[in-house]
């Protein structure tokens, strides 16, 4: 998968315009601009400039920023962190606010508590993350004071960006968690477990929530790509240093090498969040284990 | 509630008090630290291979040219040299500052100087310089002694000591960056300057601290931290919590957010940029005609876009330069008169009007898109249906550079040498880009003598007739220069953006 869509972004930066000309003073003559096409391999057939990249890939050597001539394996390494740190915070928040409100959505279904969270979890999908971003600045930055604004660092730079974030994928995780209870509880097992006479925190947690558990987890290992792209604008507006502002200021650069670089190892970390995923299945469910087997 | 938030609005303040009381003297406290919020890194620190005037700011803190200029009368003014002379009009000789140390220790001396010029014009590299002073001079370095160099030109070149005060042309140490002759540098940086290198994390910021050893007056802030706020938003709101001390690229929609904020104000400073519309007279045949260029100048209300656009930020380009460079002036309006305008397009053939495509690249500019509708709204009045296309500025500049816009396209200009020449000389046959209009005849000749007359006196009136000649023409559309709009705390003091857009830190500090 990751050399598909390597194959897919190579073909697409560079069907997208020639960097040479961005790298060159806008009146040079056209010697300098052959000859720094020519120094940058540039003037090569595509197929043959796609394979010697892809063999440098494999090696991990990512190639040079066309830019300001640093190791992309190195900016992406500086950056990535950042990144992860802030898709996590995220996703952690979303599951901590998520979960709990579809729980309770589902057990009062068809009461107000129920229309209310809904309400809130639809209003989280639909708004949009940058006017999100800008309220809290607004509110919490400049108004209270509370937060810093931009930034890295200490705890309190993650807070703003990674609640932003987080409804990304809140609302839906949300409403996922209650559909997917409320099929849950009106099994037999769990009926049972109610008849057994368990206190029901217990039921819900231990009976219903394992069992609902399996597609809430799917649809998260295939929401960290969605916040992955989010976090270009989060990380943009918070001034936060991770790899979306470094990806999207070398689109506009034409910085092919670190484009493809970055496609690449989000790509990978795609395949092995997935692949979390299903070895997360066999956790909460022994009977996939058994059935594979 | 109000409790709560007094009791952490205190604690905050007493947090700041004790981070700063260390080091800092009662009687002048100032904040160890200015952050400058701006949107993007230089794209290098590399001392020649930057491109806009804003990386060359902050480039600039580290490292020093031979000359300079003055912050607040443009002046050229002795840096690293101490003083120059023409010897003949091919020939000037600098006489070097003595005892001037690298950041390495190294000493600044001719060697230095031949290093350097030759890495700007020689090397294979992609330097700013190559513009600043064209290769096309055919300029050598003569050491002549280790604290004097000549400087020899193929071609009469009365600009050299305004080329070298440029920021592109940084002096760099031979032996410290020996092996970077044809190589990029990209993990420091060795310079004169008063601020020595910390570091560079790409797209994120530079950081740079006060140089102990530094052979003129120290600077007042101990370090300076560029931060990337891409944002325009954050950047404010970033100001307005006072966690940044100075943001660049304040858009006019937040300015009254910096208005009102109690703790910062708006600093705004007239731009050496000149916007104009460009017209291809050489490939789109309507243009070829000076009445259809006079029509589209004379079919715009500028001051009336200048006041509803812009708030009235702005000031009239009436030639192609400017008044405010060396021997730049106004040569008076177009005025706004579309019934003439009309009458011209008839008079030229085209009695029911044209069609007309006009390019514009959003992002780039501010307001770049509402620009471009306004102007086509003009032109639409006096029968000129116009197109308008939009493209990403990666392309845009490809095809604004290499000639292929057709018809019409909107850019700004700077003034690198901050002589009308620099921008006069884009109307030379000869121009490697930008190649829209060629001047002939008299106007031709006119700005070939400016190019290489010394006399003050006769540069004033050849520059003169050439920007009354050029602006005769039409050659383009002028539009206006636009103010450059900031925000700054209220306790910095110093902070000064100086004509040509160079952005004067290294006098800025901040009061605790």
Redesign the interface.
Known sequence: MAFGVSLAVFALVHLSGDPVLLMVPTDAPPEVVAETRRALGFDRPLPEQFARWIARAVQGDLGVSLRNHRPVAGLIAERMPATVELTVAALVIAVLVAVPAGIVSAVNRGTWIDSLTMVGAVAGQALPVFWLALLLIAFFGVHLRWLPVYGHGTLAHLVLPAVSLSTIVLGRLARLVRSSMLEVLGQDYVRTARAKGLAEPRVLAIHALRNAAIPVVTVLGLQFAQLLGGAVVTETIFAWPGVGRLVVEAIFNRDFPIVQGVVLVVSLIFVVVNLLVDVAYVVIDPRIRVARA | MPTR?AV??GA?AAATVGALAPGVTRAQARKPVLTI?LP?TP??I?PHQF?SVLSGSIINLMGEGLLTRDPNTMELKPLLAESWRNVSPTMWEFKLRRGVKFHNGEEFSAECVKFSIDRIVKS?L???G??TW?PAFGQETQIVDPHTVRFTTKVPDPMVPARLAAESMTMSPARGLAEYGER?V?DRFIGTGPYRFVEH????RVVVEANAGYWGAKPPTPRIVW?????A??RV??L??G?VDVILNLPLPLVPAVETSPNARVYSELSSLVSVVLLNTKESPALRDRRVRQALNMAVDRPAIIKNLFGGRARLLNGAAGPAVSNGFDPGPYPYDPVKAKQLLAEAGHPNGLELTFWQSLGRWTQAEEIAQVLAGYWEKIGVRTKLQVL????Y??R???SLFKDAFYYSFINATWDASYILQRFKPS????RYYDASGDLLKTIEEYDQAFDPKRRRELGMKAQQGVREEAVWVFLWQLDELMGVSKKVKGFKMRADNFIWARDTYVEA
């Open positions: 938030r952490l609005k905050a919020a993007s794209e290098t590399d491109r294979k992609n330097t700013l190559k513009l064209p990029f990209t994390v790409v797209g994120d931060q990337v706020i891409p944002d938003a954050t709101a970033a307005q919590r966690d990403e500025w990666a392309e500049i490809k604004a550079g290499g121009f490697a880009s930008f």
